[in-house]
C-alpha cells in the first residue's frame, strides 16, 4: 500500500515515484544508492521497542518532523556510521504495531501532529516489509513531547534530532498565529480575484480554499495543455449535474482558470458565467456556480413574492458541495498538504434588493428567509484529504458552512445535509433527489430519512 496523503518533490524525485505508488523496490533502492538521512528522511533498523525510552524516541522522531519541514520515517532500512541507508532487510508487519505506534505519538505529542502509517510488504514476504511514517510539514508547529514530566521540543537538524532552546520555541509559537493571520488574509486574496472575473447578471456562490501547507504546482506548456483537456466541456455540477460545461480554459499569473463562458463574452472585465474556476500554483483556489434565482419562477409560481434575489436552496448546497471537492482536490494534485481553510459566499447580483434564501418543493411555494442581506458567508477548517475524497466528513463541513450561510439570512439550518454526515432525503426536490442520492451512494455516504426537527 503506497503513501497517499503527503507529498514531497524533494522524496518523489529521490524515489522515482510519487509517495503514493511506492514499494518495496523503490526503498530498496535508498541502499544501492547508499541515499543518506536528511532533514526529511530518517531511517529506523528495527521495531521501536516498549520501553519509556523507546516510546519517547518514536514521539521525538514523529514530532521533529513536524516541527521542521514535514518528511518521512521507514522503519525497516538499516544506516552505518554515516547515517546512510545500508541494508533494508524490513520488520515484521502487523496492523496491531501500526495502531500502537500511532497510540504513542497520541498520548506523547501534543498538539498531535498529521500522520500516516502505511505497511509496505517486500516482494518475496507479505509478513515483512516497512513501516513508513509520513509526517507534513505542520501549521501547528511547535509540537511538544512529553519527556520526564516535562515538555521538549524536536527539531531535525539536517540528519540528526535537537531540541529547541526557550527562544526558540518562543519564535515558533510566534510563527504559528502569525502563520494563521496570512492564510485567512490569503483567502481573502484569492476571492477578491475571483470576483472580478465575474459576471453580475445572475446570483453567485463562490468557494475558496487556502492549505495550510503550500504546494508548488508547475505552469508548463505541458500542464496547461493537460489542464484544457480535462476541464473543457466537462460539467461544471459535480452532485446536482445541470449540463453547465466549461467553453473557456487559459493560463494567468501562477494560476489555471477556466470559465463557462463564450468567445463573445472575452470583452467583458466581468466576463464569466454560469461558472468560473482559478487552481493557484500553490494550492489555492477558488469556484464559483451561478445558482438559479427563484424569483425567475414568479410567473409560473404566483405564489413567490420576494423583491430581493431568493437563491434557491438545494442548488446552495449542491455548489458549496461541488466546490469544496474540486478544490480539495486540486489542492492534493499541487502537492499541499495538511488542513486548509475555507470559505463560501452567496452574492446577489443586484446589491440594492439584497439576496435571501428559499425553495419550491413538493408542488408549493415557501420562501424562507427572514433577513434580506447584501451577502452572506461562512468560514470552515478541514483536512484536504476529506475533501478530495468525499464521504461523511466532507458532509459534515458542508453542513456546518450551509448552516452558517442560511443563518445569515435568517435561517436556522438548512436540511438538505446533516452534521452528523448524513444527506437529508425530504429536503431536496424530486428532480434533484435520483442524482444526490446516486452521489451519496458512490461515496458511502448515510441517507437519512428524518427532519431537522428531529
Request: hydrophobic share 40%; charged share 25%.
Amino acid at each position: 500500500m503506497g503513501v497517499t496523503t503527503f507529498r514531497s518533490r524533494r522524496l518523489e524525485a529521490l524515489f522515482g515515484t510519487t509517495l503514493a505508488t511506492l514499494t518495496a523496490d523503490h526503498i530498496a533502492l535508498l541502499v544501492d544508492s547508499a541515499v543518506g538521512e536528511e532533514f526529511d528522511l530518517d531511517f529506523k533498523g528495527s521495531l521501536y521497542g516498549r520501553s519509556d525510552a523507546d516510546r519517547r524516541a518514536l514521539a521525538s522522531d514523529v514530532a521533529a518532523l513536524a516541527n521542521t519541514a514535514g518528511g518521512m520515517l521507514i522503519v525497516g532500512v538499516q544506516e552505518d556510521s554515516r547515517a546512510r541507508a545500508s541494508s533494508a532487510p524490513g520488520v515484521v508487519l502487523s496492523d496491531g504495531e501500526a495502531s500502537r505506534m500511532r497510540q504513542i505519538v497520541a498520548s506523547l505529542v501534543a498538539p498531535l501532529p498529521a500522520f500516516d502509517i502505511s505497511l509496505i510488504p517486500k516482494n518475496d514476504d507479505e509478513q515483512t516489509g516497512f513501516f513508513v511514517v509520513c509526517v507534513p510539514p505542520s501549521p501547528s508547529a511547535p509540537h511538544a513531547v512529553l519527556i520526564n514530566d516535562g515538555l521538549r521540543f524536536p527539531k531535525r537538524n539536517g540528519s540528526t534530532t535537537r531540541y529547541l532552546s526557550e527562544p526558540e520555541v518562543a519564535f515558533a509559537y510566534r510563527s504559528r498565529f502569525s502563520s494563521a493571520g496570512q492564510q485567512q488574509d490569503r483567502r481573502c486574496e484569492v476571492e477578491s480575484q475571483a470576483l472580478t472575473r465575474l459576471r453580475r447578471d445572475r446570483p453567485w456562490v463562490v468557494v475558496t480554499l487556502v492549505p495550510d501547507v503550500a504546494g508548488d504546482l508547475a505552469l508548463t506548456t505541458e500542464s496547461v495543455h493537460r489542464f484544457r483537456e480535462s476541464i473543457l466541456n466537462q460539467e461544471a455540477w459535480s452532485v446536482t449535474p445541470m449540463s453547465v460545461r466549461f467553453q473557456r480554459a487559459d493560463v494567468g499569473w501562477r494560476r489555471l482558470r477556466a470559465d463557462g463562458s463564450t468567445s463573445e463574452d472575452a470583452s467583458r472585465a466581468q466576463s464569466s458565467r454560469w461558472v468560473s474556476i482559478e487552481l493557484h500554483a500553490d494550492g489555492c483556489g477558488s469556484y464559483a456556480l451561478q445558482v438559479p434565482d427563484l424569483r425567475e419562477r414568479s410567473q409560473s409560481v404566483p405564489e413567490i413574492r420576494h423583491e430581493a434575489t431568493l437563491i434557491n436552496d438545494e442548488s446552495l448546497v449542491a455548489a458549496v458541495l461541488t466546490g469544496l471537492t474540486r478544490l480539495g482536490r486540486h489542492a492534493e494534485d499541487a502537492a499541499a498538504s495538511g488542513g486548509c481553510i475555507v470559505g463560501t459566499r452567496v452574492l446577489s447580483e443586484d446589491l440594492k434588493s439584497g439576496v435571501a434564501i428559499g425553495h419550491v418543493r413538493r408542488g408549493f411555494a415557501q420562501s424562507r428567509s427572514t433577513n434580506v442581506v447584501p451577502s452572506i458567508a461562512a468560514i470552515g477548517a478541514a483536512a484536504l484529504d476529506d475533501l478530495a475524497n468525499p464521504g461523511p466528513d466532507l458532509v459534515r463541513l458542508a453542513a456546518r458552512m450551509c448552516d452558517e450561510l442560511a443563518q445569515g439570512a435568517g435561517i436556522p439550518e438548512l436540511g438538505q445535509l446533516s452534521t452528523e454526515g448524513e444527506v437529508r432525503h425530504r429536503y431536496w426536490s424530486h428532480q434533484a433527489w435520483p442524482m444526490v442520492e446516486a452521489w451519496a451512494a458512490s461515496h458511502a455516504i448515510p441517507v437519512n430519512e428524518g427532519s431537522v426537527d428531529g
